[in-house]
Nanobody
Framework: QVQLVESGGGLVQAGGSLRLSCAASGRTFSNYFMAWFRQAPGKEREFVAIISGSDSRTYYAVSVKGRFTISRDYPKNTVTLQMNSLNPEDTAVYYC???????????????WGKGTLVTVSS
């Protein structure tokens, strides 16, 4: 039983930045991977980034690599997604998720947050 709550979404102009946060509570495990997915209008939910719980290794989707940064804050039990150089194609509901192992597949995630909306205006 893990609860994930995303925050930080909003409206931003193209080229701008946003920082999303995901707060974990309940029966959390520090060794779990924590990931971000997103779902744009009319599209399927897609992988964005993931970070390991052991050594904070990070992995990114090609579409965001170099622009987004995922990180963990263990004392606060949170994971963040720093998003820079945003463009309208980044508009989506962003979801936080956890997994017991490295994966970019939706079906491998054990818990999901409710999502936070990011809208990038052109």
């Amino acid at each position: 039983q893990v609860q994930l709550v995303e925050s930080g979404g909003g409206l931003v102009q193209a080229g701008g930045s946003l920082r999303l946060s995901c707060a974990a509570s309940g029966r959390t495990f520090s060794n779990y991977f924590m990931a971000w997915f997103r779902q744009a209008p009319g599209k399927e939910r897609e992988f964005v980034a993931i970070i390991s719980g052991s050594d904070s290794r990070t992995y990114y989707a090609v579409s965001v690599k170099g622009r987004f940064t995922i990180s963990r804050d263990y004392p606060k039990n949170t994971v963040t997604l720093q998003m820079n150089s945003l463009n309208p194609e980044d508009t989506a509901v962003y979801y936080c998720a956890t997994s017991r192992f490295l994966s970019s597949r939706r079906g491998d995630m054990d818990y999901w947050g409710k999502g936070t909306l990011v809208t990038v205006s052109s």
